[in-house]
């Protein structure tokens, strides 16, 4: 599993609305989107803003299976993306 529950409150957490759940090298994290600019993310795929993420849920403060279900999903799309 590249996106776990814990990924997705670690970006739900995050202070700015611009954070992102980025992919690089197969690797999901956090990022601030200033961080995004850096040369050490270069070539980084967003995969879900903070925003988006609030959007989705429609709410900053979900239950924890609502998380899980998040996490899943997009951990379901990520993976469907190498092939």
Known sequence: MV???????????AAD??????????????AGRSALDGADLRGAAVV???AELVDRLGTACPAPED???????LDDAVGKLGG
């Open 67 to 73: 998380l899980a279900l998040v996490a899943t999903s």
């Open 48 to 50: 879900l803003t903070r």
């Open 17 to 30: 609305d611009d954070s992102a759940l980025i992919l690089l090298e197969g690797r999901a994290r956090v």
């Open 3 to 13: 996106i776990d529950e814990a990924l997705v409150r670690e970006l739900l957490d």
